[in-house]
C-alpha cells in the first residue's frame, strides 16, 4: 500500500522556492496510465493554471504507449486536475501574487491504484540564490563525507 513514484520534477527545486504543496488527482486516459506506470513521463517544462475555476496541467510529456491500437495521444495535451474546491479556493488568491507559479514536483500512483500529482506552490530564485543553494549543497556533501570518514 506505499506510493510508486513515477517521475520527479528535480529542476523544479534548484529554480524555485517551493512554499506549500499540494496533492491533486489527474485525469488520465487508459494509454497515458499504461505509459507512466512503464515510467514514461516528464515534468520538466509542466505548469499548472486556473481557467474557468478549474485547474489543468500544462506542458507535461507522457509518451505515447507503444501497444495502444486504437487511439495516438498526444503527448503534450492538457490534463485536468482534481482538488476539493476548498483547497481551490485557496489556490486561487495565491495564484494572483505577482511571481507565483504552480509547477508538478511528481507524479505518483498511491495503493489503490489512481494517479496523482504534486503540486508546489512557486516563487522564483534569483541567479544569486541559485549560487547560494549549490554552495550549501556543496558544503553540505563535504561535511557529510568528513563524517562517514571519521576525519
Known sequence: MGINVVCKNKKAFHDYHIDQTFEAGIVLKGPEVKSLRAGKG???????????GELFLYNVHISPY??????????LRVRKLLLHKRE???LIGKLHEKGIALIPLKIYFIGNGKAKVELGLARGKKLYDKRASLKEKQSKRDIDRDMRRGD
Open 66 to 75: 507503444s501497444f495502444a491500437t486504437d487511439m495516438v495521444q498526444d503527448p
Open 88 to 90: 481551490l479556493r485557496k
Open 42 to 52: 516528464n515534468l520538466r517544462d509542466g505548469y499548472a493554471q486556473m481557467k474557468n
